[in-house]
């Protein structure tokens, strides 16, 4: 079975522009939630998705946004981009939302 | 929100000795998983853990639900289990909070 699959793994943007990052879900699976990386902030929840309706959201300004299709692909969008949104980004897959998945996520620089 | 506490923050070991990983919750859990994170970031499952004791080779963990923590044992460690080891929780399906890892460095 295929793993959860993110693109693009790296990307370099500059302050002010957006970007989208893509997540593929391990076949089956129907949740797919997002999370931050920082040095300073750990690992953080930005939201999750359940045959696509946003089921969960964390504590993220309006600038970080999300959907998911019919095929459970997810996207996450950061619009109006600052330094501070510099991290790893990562995506899990789960069946119901309980044991999740990780793929290896997008690791976005913001200059 | 639910506090989840990992101890201790770093560990030191020589290869071939054991190690005992700490996470405390704050309140009920619907799920727990522990996971290793590998040099490129990516988080790899160890354990899917709500309650009650899991072996994987030298890996083991056990969660207490009713005392609101969970210990992964590694025994024999090995270069290749350094890392950074998360413990994460959900009282939601589908959000979890993550601590803030013990970082283990196994010397050889």
């Known amino acids: 079975k295929a793993g959860v699959t993110q693109t693009p793994r790296y990307l370099i943007k500059t302050r002010g522009q957006q970007v989208t990052l893509s997540c593929s879900p391990i076949s089956g699976h129907r949740s797919v939630s997002w999370y931050q990386q920082t040095p300073g902030q750990g690992l953080q929840f930005l939201f999750e998705y359940f045959s696509e309706t946003q089921r969960n959201k964390g504590n993220f300004p309006g600038r970080f946004s999300g959907r998911q299709f019919s095929n459970s692909r997810s996207e996450m969008n950061v619009s109006t981009l600052e330094l501070g949104d510099s991290a790893l980004y990562l995506c899990a897959s789960s069946r119901d939302g309980y044991e999740q998945y990780f793929g290896p996520g997008t690791r976005l620089t913001v200059t | ?108």
């Open chain 2, 1 to 108: 929100g639910i506090q989840v506490e990992q101890s201790p923050p770093d560990l030191i070991l020589q290869e071939g000795a054991n190690s005992t990983l700490r996470c405390n919750f704050s309140d009920s859990v619907n799920n727990l998983q522990w996971f290793h994170q590998n040099p490129w970031g990516q988080l790899i499952n160890l354990f899917y853990i709500p309650s009650g004791t899991k072996q994987n080779g030298r890996l083991s963990a056990t969660t207490v639900a009713t005392e609101r923590y969970s210990l992964l044992y590694i025994s024999s460690s090995q270069t290749t289990d350094s890392g950074v080891y998360f413990c994460a929780v959900a009282t939601h399906a589908g959000k979890s909070t993550f601590g803030d890892g013990t970082t283990l460095t196994v010397k050889p």
